[in-house]
């Protein structure tokens, strides 16, 4: 089983705004994306630690390559 790994996404003058696990896709949020740097990336950090990781199945992630791809 390959390890999860947090990766940041998205970020809004330089603080982390989202992280996305790379086993499974879970997207975590910073939900006050005005807060420091630091308080941003611990916020990301303790959502990505306590998430149960489950790799996505083929369903979910065409749907989910879909649904980025219309978002905008």
């Known amino acids: 089983m390959a ?3 947090l990766r940041i996404v998205r970020r809004t003058n330089n603080i982390p705004v ?3 696990c ?3 896709n879970m997207q975590f949020p910073a939900h006050h994306p005005l807060s420091g740097q630091s ?3 611990a ?3 303790q959502q990505f630690n ?3 990781c489950e790799p996505e ?3 979910q992630a065409a749907a989910r390559t879909v649904r980025e791809a219309t978002k905008d």
């Open 43 to 45: 916020a990301i950090q």
């Open 39 to 41: 308080e941003a990336q």
């Open 50 to 52: 306590a998430h149960k």
């Open 3 to 5: 390890k999860r790994k």
């Open 22 to 24: 790379e086993f499974c």
């Open 57 to 59: 199945d083929m369903n």
């Open 18 to 20: 989202l992280g996305v």
